[in-house]
């Protein structure tokens, strides 16, 4: 029983880890904060391996698991501590934000920043439909909605980043 556990755990891992890391970054902004978040993600789907009925695939679980693990970090202390620590950084004059530095396209930090504007319902639906390439199903069952509203807040979620990208200066179809 422990080996197929460990069997099923080392092919998930496999299978979505790079998926899920994606997933976690574009909502933790940070590697590290990412991969303890998968990490725990694992833990959890391990411990949990016999509750799951299966209902929908691994990896819409796995994925939720992921996106209320984001959630939980986002909300707790630690984060809205080192958002603190960040902010008076930069006030002081010394912020080398490396996630910056990685970003050289002025069009790619448009885009995130505007994805980061949204509010979670919208960001999930965006960030689970177009970055972690799931079916409007999957997204509906991921997050337990029904596969209309999913097509709803997809749509506004959309409106919304192009809403942001126009009035940061964006223009469609150019990269300035």
Request: charged share 25%; with cysteine; proline share 1%.
């Amino acid at each position: 029983m422990k080996e197929q556990k460990d069997a099923r755990l080392a092919e998930a891992m496999t299978v979505y880890g790079d998926y899920l890391m994606r997933l976690c970054y574009t909502y933790v902004q940070d590697w590290s904060v990412a991969e303890d978040v998968v990490q725990d993600t694992f833990v959890k789907y391990y411990e949990k391996m016999e509750q799951f009925r299966e209902e929908s695939s691994i990896k819409t679980y796995l994925y939720r698991i992921a996106i209320n693990n984001c959630h939980s970090y986002l909300t707790s202390w630690q984060y809205k501590k080192l958002q603190v620590i960040d902010s008076w950084s930069k006030l002081m004059g010394n912020s080398i934000d490396p996630v910056s530095a990685l970003i050289a396209n002025e069009s790619d930090a448009l885009l995130v920043a505007a994805i980061e504007k949204l509010s979670t319902k919208y960001k999930d639906v965006l960030l689970l439909f177009h970055f972690a390439d799931f079916s409007l199903k999957e997204v509906s069952e991921a997050l337990h909605i029904p596969e209309n509203t999913v097509k709803t807040r997809l749509r506004r979620a959309r409106q919304m980043v192009g809403l942001t990208l126009e009035e940061g200066g964006f223009e469609y179809g150019s990269n300035s």
